[in-house]
């Protein structure tokens, strides 16, 4: 049963315009990650927050920014959009103890930049 | 350069036993390998994972691996496989002891006919 949520799950938008894209887990976990996958399917990581504090960021363009609240939350925010950022965004959650590999994922944020 | 790396990128099977081959690159003397299913909806689901230094290949359910260490290789076996298994599916390593460096490779897609 899905217990990380992503809205919207889709969206269309124009090159320049600005998308935000919003994640909360119900898990109680204290790790959030923002993943981006790309047309062929392959998935790399964008960022990772643990209780709030941002601990990753692989060389994402300047124009993404992650923004939490606390730790149940984790939005992507898209300034001024390129044609390369359509993707599929997904948020996924862990515990941090759990040394495992498991991710908790949602079903993912589909943008589509015209 | 790619540190996972999924030899088939498409497979097709009836009921029965499937075994999906993945191999990878790291300097990194404690890894996981772990293999995740992307469900139709987009959800990623975790199914099992593998610790560098367990020479016992892991089983969960119907899931279990073959861990070649030395060849850094590893490959998904389902048994018993159904329709509903159908999926693609990724191998992913994780480096250290964190869940912020998992490395997924591009997936196999999986079509099991009834």
């Known amino acids: 049963e899905t217990a990380v949520f992503q809205t919207p799950n889709y969206h269309v938008t124009q090159v320049g315009n600005e998308v935000s894209f919003n994640c909360k887990q119900t898990?109680?976990?204290?790790?959030m990650y923002w993943y981006k996958q790309d047309s062929k399917k392959l998935l790399k990581i964008m960022f990772s927050?643990?209780?709030?504090?941002?601990?990753v960021n692989e060389t994402v363009p300047r124009r993404f920014s992650p923004q939490s609240s606390d730790k149940a939350h984790l939005n992507l925010r898209i300034k001024s959009v390129e044609p390369e950022d359509s993707a599929v965004y997904l948020c996924?959650?862990?515990?941090?103890?759990?040394?495992?590999?498991?991710?908790?994922f949602g079903e993912g944020s589909k943008l589509t930049v015209l | 350069a790619q540190r996972v790396t999924q030899v088939q990128s498409t497979g097709s099977s009836q009921w029965g036993e499937v075994t999906l081959d993945c191999s990878y690159e790291?300097?990194?003397?404690?890894?996981?390998i772990l293999w995740y299913r992307q469900l139709f909806s987009g959800e990623m689901v975790f199914l099992i994972y593998?610790?560098?230094?367990?020479?016992q290949n892991q089983r969960s359910g119907h899931y279990s691996v073959v861990f070649q260490k030395s060849f850094k290789s590893i490959s998904l076996v389902i048994s018993a496989s159904q329709p509903e298994d159908s999926g693609t599916y990724f191998c992913?390593?994780?480096?250290?002891?964190?869940?912020?460096?998992?490395?997924f490779g591009d997936g196999t897609q999986l079509v099991v006919k009834p």
């Open positions: 790291t300097s990194e003397y404690s890894y996981l």
């Open positions: 898990l109680g976990h204290d790790t």
């Open positions: 992913a390593l994780s480096e250290g002891n964190s869940n912020n460096r998992i490395f």
């Open positions: 996924a959650s862990s515990w941090t103890g759990a040394n495992t590999g498991q991710l908790y």
């Open positions: 927050y643990n209780n709030k504090q941002l601990i």
């Open positions: 593998q610790p560098s230094f367990d020479t």
